[in-house]
């Protein structure tokens, strides 16, 4: 009995050790060649050079084209995915009946589980057509359309977690609403929102960790040219993208070229990092003003 | 007994959710400008009854009433009644004490601001009247851009009476409105009961049988569903007619 429970929990702690340590060897990885890169090109070029050429013989190593093109389909894809799935959240739970919900909610879902490079296949092929057929300078390849599907596929994401959120509110608080002759519209917006504001936005902030590491979407229907700028109508190329072109190519390991895409990949990590933790923080924030 | 002016009557009421038959038969008639208190055991039907008058059952499925309910002789569950308009005539006040997560201030005037009313002036000057009427001014004048849910239970509770008073409905209904606050805050909120009868209809569910005995005029005692006995608080805490109610208010149940 003891010997068998000793041993359960040597394995629950082998996996929790291995796990912790993967962990720490990617960020190894990383911080190492970032340094070994960050030793040739200094930070402050890193961040402030206008052009990211670093396969070009002539070489330029500024981040920001790359950032410009991540900010852009990230702010597109939210720009889309939070009214759309807030709407959904709300409709879920201030409107739509019990049985309505339970059919519309793994339906949902599916929107999730579909395959990015359908998504990117998508954006290539239907919407970047059916937006140039008004839109007259829409490049084929386009951070707008990635954009916008980008935000389809996380559509899901901010309904599910803000439809939580708002179901966490007390009942109480809604029949206080109801109760004052507040319609359902004004219970909804001027309640039940503001109440869960805390937990939209964690959803919102995961929603944006997730588009600023999408890569399939990007890497098939926004083109893959590195340019500073916040035209949504012309080919980009976002951090992620930039780190496929270069691990598909035939780059020689341990040079400057390869070691960019740890420098690119140490960027993406700390945005999402950062993004984390801010959520990590709110979530707790949120749950202390409920107890 | 004797009503001068009824203002809520329930007439051959009753309320099922689903195939549970939850009040059997209520007739009702609630004298205007007096405090009338139900009383009786936990699950006889009280909360359901209150409810009932400001329409807050509407949300259960399953939940559909039989009869009539009447404000003011006018049938409140006809289709042409807009319960967002009942409830601003006929206010509640909620078991556990329910603020927004909002300022005191916002909490107040949440009443005013759906109506759409955006003047300044008179929203401080509801604002500042209904938590005199609730007689909370005193405590909280200095903090009214703080948030509501800083304040102590029972401040919370004056704070949603206060809320209630601001849209000036004619009627307050109370679902036990004190029975999780102390002691202090629950005589401060009889005495407030008190004195707002002067100028609203109040109904109150209360467990609390004293409670029932000091502030109310007439009492209903309400039993599985069935109003058992309805009589002036007085003459029912005095001399009870129904063996049902002698147990309850004698304490041999419930
Ligand atoms: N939402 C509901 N669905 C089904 N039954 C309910 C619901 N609410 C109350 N009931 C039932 O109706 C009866 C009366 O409940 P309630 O009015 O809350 O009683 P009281 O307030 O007197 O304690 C109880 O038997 C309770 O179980
Ligand atoms: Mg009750």
Same mark, same amino acid.
């Given at each position: 009995m003891r010997v068998q429970e000793k041993i359960i929990e040597g394995l629950l702690w082998l996996s929790a050790a291995i796990t912790i340590l993967i962990t720490v060897s990617i960020i190894w990885v990383l911080l190492s060649e970032s340094v070994l890169f960050f030793s040739e090109v200094s930070i402050v070029r890193f961040l402030t050079e206008k052009e990211w050429t670093?396969? +070009?013989?002539?070489k330029k190593f500024g981040i920001m084209p790359l950032v410009a093109g991540t900010f852009l389909t990230t702010v597109i894809a939210i720009a889309v995915a939070l009214p759309i799935g807030l709407t959904i959240a709300i409709y879920l739970n201030e409107y739509a009946n019990a049985r309505f919900k339970t059919f519309i909610k793994p339906l949902l879902e599916v929107l999730a589980t579909i395959p990015t490079v359908v998504y990117g296949f998508f954006a290539l092929t239907v919407v970047t057509p059916f937006l140039q057929s008004f839109i007259p300078?829409?490049?084929? +390849?386009?951070?707008l359309s990635a954009g916008i599907v980008m935000g389809i596929m996380i559509i899901p994401m901010i309904s599910s977690l803000s439809e939580d959120a708002i179901s966490a509110v007390p009942r109480s608080l809604r029949e206080a609403a109801y109760g004052m002759g507040s319609t359902r519209l004004q219970t909804a917006f001027g309640v039940m929102v503001p109440a869960a504001s805390s937990g939209i936005l964690v959803s919102v902030i995961l929603a944006i960790s997730r588009a600023v590491g999408e890569t399939m979407i990007v890497a098939i229907a926004a083109g893959q040219q590195p340019r500073l700028t916040l035209n949504p109508l012309v080919p980009i190329e976002t951090i992620t993208t930039y780190i496929v072109q270069v691990s598909l190519g035939d780059v020689p390991h341990g040079s400057l070229e390869y070691r960019t895409i740890f420098a690119a990949g140490m960027t993406l990590f700390v945005f999402t990092f950062l993004l984390n933790n801010l959520s990590f923080w709110i979530k707790k924030k949120y749950q202390e003003k409920y107890d | 007994m004797n009503i001068k002016h009824s203002k809520l009557e329930a007439i051959n009421l009753d309320a099922y959710y689903g195939d549970f038959h939850? $009040?059997?038969?209520i007739n009702i008639a609630m004298e205007e400008k007096a405090v009338t208190a139900f009383i009786g &055991?936990? @699950?006889? @039907?009280k909360s359901t009854f209150l409810r009932t008058f400001n329409r807050m059952n509407d949300y259960i499925d399953g939940f559909r009433i039989e009869g009539q309910i009447l404000l003011d002789g006018r *049938?409140?569950?006809? *289709? %042409?009644?807009r319960v967002d308009e009942l409830r601003k005539e006929v206010g509640m006040v909620f078991q556990k004490p329910n603020p927004f997560p909002k300022t005191i201030y916002e909490n107040v005037v949440y009443g005013l601001r759906i109506q759409g009313i955006k003047d300044k002036k008179i929203l401080q000057e509801t604002c500042e009247k209904s938590l005199q009427q609730a007689a909370l001014w005193n405590e909280v004048k200095d903090k009214l851009d703080k948030s509501a849910l800083a304040l102590s239970g029972g401040q919370q509770q004056r704070l949603c009476i206060a809320r209630a008073l601001a849209i000036q409905p004619s009627v307050i209904l109370m679902d036990e &409105?004190?029975?999780? $606050? %102390?002691p202090i805050s629950t005589a401060k909120i009889e005495d407030l009961i008190y004195e707002l009868k002067k100028d609203y209809t109040i109904v109150i569910v209360t467990h609390n049988m004293q409670q029932a005995g000091r502030v109310s005029d007439h009492t209903a005692f309400f039993y599985m569903g069935e109003l058992v006995e309805y009589a002036k608080t007085k003459t029912m805490f005095t001399s009870p007619k129904d063996t049902r109610t002698q147990n309850y208010i004698t304490g041999r149940f419930g």
């Amino acid at each position: 009995m003891r010997v068998q429970e000793k041993i359960i929990e040597g394995l629950l702690w082998l996996s929790a050790a291995i796990t912790i340590l993967i962990t720490v060897s990617i960020i190894w990885v990383l911080l190492s060649e970032s340094v070994l890169f960050f030793s040739e090109v200094s930070i402050v070029r890193f961040l402030t050079e206008k052009e990211w050429t670093p396969l +070009f013989a002539e070489k330029k190593f500024g981040i920001m084209p790359l950032v410009a093109g991540t900010f852009l389909t990230t702010v597109i894809a939210i720009a889309v995915a939070l009214p759309i799935g807030l709407t959904i959240a709300i409709y879920l739970n201030e409107y739509a009946n019990a049985r309505f919900k339970t059919f519309i909610k793994p339906l949902l879902e599916v929107l999730a589980t579909i395959p990015t490079v359908v998504y990117g296949f998508f954006a290539l092929t239907v919407v970047t057509p059916f937006l140039q057929s008004f839109i007259p300078g829409l490049a084929g +390849f386009n951070a707008l359309s990635a954009g916008i599907v980008m935000g389809i596929m996380i559509i899901p994401m901010i309904s599910s977690l803000s439809e939580d959120a708002i179901s966490a509110v007390p009942r109480s608080l809604r029949e206080a609403a109801y109760g004052m002759g507040s319609t359902r519209l004004q219970t909804a917006f001027g309640v039940m929102v503001p109440a869960a504001s805390s937990g939209i936005l964690v959803s919102v902030i995961l929603a944006i960790s997730r588009a600023v590491g999408e890569t399939m979407i990007v890497a098939i229907a926004a083109g893959q040219q590195p340019r500073l700028t916040l035209n949504p109508l012309v080919p980009i190329e976002t951090i992620t993208t930039y780190i496929v072109q270069v691990s598909l190519g035939d780059v020689p390991h341990g040079s400057l070229e390869y070691r960019t895409i740890f420098a690119a990949g140490m960027t993406l990590f700390v945005f999402t990092f950062l993004l984390n933790n801010l959520s990590f923080w709110i979530k707790k924030k949120y749950q202390e003003k409920y107890d | 007994m004797n009503i001068k002016h009824s203002k809520l009557e329930a007439i051959n009421l009753d309320a099922y959710y689903g195939d549970f038959h939850a $009040l059997k038969s209520i007739n009702i008639a609630m004298e205007e400008k007096a405090v009338t208190a139900f009383i009786g &055991p936990s @699950g006889c @039907g009280k909360s359901t009854f209150l409810r009932t008058f400001n329409r807050m059952n509407d949300y259960i499925d399953g939940f559909r009433i039989e009869g009539q309910i009447l404000l003011d002789g006018r *049938d409140i569950y006809t *289709d %042409d009644v807009r319960v967002d308009e009942l409830r601003k005539e006929v206010g509640m006040v909620f078991q556990k004490p329910n603020p927004f997560p909002k300022t005191i201030y916002e909490n107040v005037v949440y009443g005013l601001r759906i109506q759409g009313i955006k003047d300044k002036k008179i929203l401080q000057e509801t604002c500042e009247k209904s938590l005199q009427q609730a007689a909370l001014w005193n405590e909280v004048k200095d903090k009214l851009d703080k948030s509501a849910l800083a304040l102590s239970g029972g401040q919370q509770q004056r704070l949603c009476i206060a809320r209630a008073l601001a849209i000036q409905p004619s009627v307050i209904l109370m679902d036990e &409105p004190a029975s999780a $606050l %102390d002691p202090i805050s629950t005589a401060k909120i009889e005495d407030l009961i008190y004195e707002l009868k002067k100028d609203y209809t109040i109904v109150i569910v209360t467990h609390n049988m004293q409670q029932a005995g000091r502030v109310s005029d007439h009492t209903a005692f309400f039993y599985m569903g069935e109003l058992v006995e309805y009589a002036k608080t007085k003459t029912m805490f005095t001399s009870p007619k129904d063996t049902r109610t002698q147990n309850y208010i004698t304490g041999r149940f419930g």
